[in-house]
């Protein structure tokens, strides 16, 4: 399997919630895009378009930000805090 395809498949136990997750804020954001370019322009066709086309690439982005943020949680959780103490030399 690929880098890629191991990195968007490899979900752990919360993957479902993941993509469930990115799924409603894809329909939130497509609302907000939607009201606001209509809002801005009063044109429903230039609303929708630019509702349908900057929604879709922001949740595709949202998504890999997620399972970056995610693998970061379990690194910073598997690590642990650091046991080093910044202490002057000779103290």
Known sequence: MSALKDFVHNHGAKGDQSLLKTI???ITHFIVAFSVAYLLTGDIL????IAMVEPAINTVAYFFHEKIWARHQQNTTV???SLRHNTAPGC
Do not use: R
């Open 46 to 49: 230039i609303g929708s378009l």
């Open 24 to 26: 409603t804020f894809a």
């Open 79 to 81: 690590e642990g805090p």
